[in-house]
């Protein structure tokens, strides 16, 4: 299912309905059908990140193996990036940040630390503002552009990676992407890890749906992650799961050149 062929199934039960009335003088309510399907169509394939809707999203690794991925959006943040990299290097692991630009003014040095650690960095809009969906196409190259350029500035790095905020993909966002020739990277195992939700209930989540090739989806702008990033990673080595970084999971470049 994608917003294309959606589209073109929705428009032939339009012109089918309109046949119809005409031919047997049946009630033109009966549109209403194809449009209520269609509103609930556009709403879960924007809303649902692994639906591939309007544009190719990477959830998951095509691998038998016990490979996983980190990843964690919503920094670079002063207090807690720094205590997620320290995790990380004890455990020998790597992850992927999806940084959000208004962030990076003042945290330069973080991004270059990210970097040099051997860690990816991947774009996460510049404002994330809980109404970005209702920007145009201009509107979210705007928000693309300028965290990549804020990054490229500070690491020398031309991002390829991209995670839409909320995990929600609209076709104007899908545009932009695919101008910039953006790679959408989605997870398939959300930890919710910024809800209110206690430590062990998260953790409980992540180990419950922790698959070969998964992609867990944090966030490094809080101590619970920390603890729980902590116990994920020794959840994994003691169940045989390695963590690989996104671009050798999915066998993906997360730069240019
Ligand atoms: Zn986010």
């Given at each position: 299912m994608t917003f294309k062929n959606t589209s073109f199934i929705f428009l032939?039960?339009?012109?089918?309905?309109?046949l119809w009335h005409y031919l047997y003088g049946i009630s033109l309510w009966w549109a209403l059908v194809p449009v209520l399907l269609y509103k609930a169509a556009i709403i879960y394939g924007s809303a649902n990140i692994r639906s591939n809707f309007y544009t190719k999203v990477f959830c998951k690794g095509s691998t038998g193996e016990k490979l996983i991925a980190l990843t964690f959006d919503d920094g670079p943040?002063?207090?807690f990036t720094p205590q997620i990299l320290e995790v990380l290097e004890e455990h020998n692991a790597t992850a992927t940040f999806f940084v959000?630009?208004?962030?990076?003014?003042?945290?330069?040095?973080?991004?270059?630390?990210?970097?040099?650690?051997?860690?990816?960095l991947g774009n996460h809009t510049f404002s994330h503002s809980f109404f970005i969906d209702f920007k145009n196409k201009k509107g979210f190259?705007?928000?693309?552009?300028?965290?990549?350029?804020a990054?490229?500035?500070?690491?020398?790095?031309?991002?390829?990676f991209f995670r839409p905020p909320y995990g929600v993909t609209t076709p104007h966002l899908a545009a932009?992407?695919?101008?910039?020739?953006?790679?959408v990277i989605g997870w398939d195992v959300r930890s919710l890890d910024t809800t209110s939700d206690p430590e062990h209930m998260?953790?409980?989540?992540?180990?419950?749906?922790?698959?070969?090739?998964?992609?867990?989806?944090?966030?490094?702008?809080?101590?619970?992650?920390?603890?729980i990033l902590k116990q994920t990673l020794n959840f994994a080595?003691?169940?045989?799961?390695?963590?690989?970084s996104t671009e050798r999971l999915l066998n993906l470049k997360a730069y240019e050149g």
């Open positions: 032939f039960a339009i012109i089918a309905i309109g943040n002063a207090e959000i630009g208004k962030n990076i003014d003042g945290n330069e040095e973080l991004l270059r630390q990210i970097d040099s650690q051997g860690h990816i190259t705007e928000e693309l552009t300028k965290t990549m350029a990054v490229f500035k500070a690491t020398g790095r031309q991002m390829r932009a992407v695919s101008d910039l020739r953006f790679r998260i953790l409980l989540r992540v180990k419950k749906q922790l698959q070969p090739g998964s992609i867990i989806l944090f966030h490094d702008t809080s101590a619970k992650t920390v603890s080595k003691e169940n045989g799961f390695k963590v690989v």
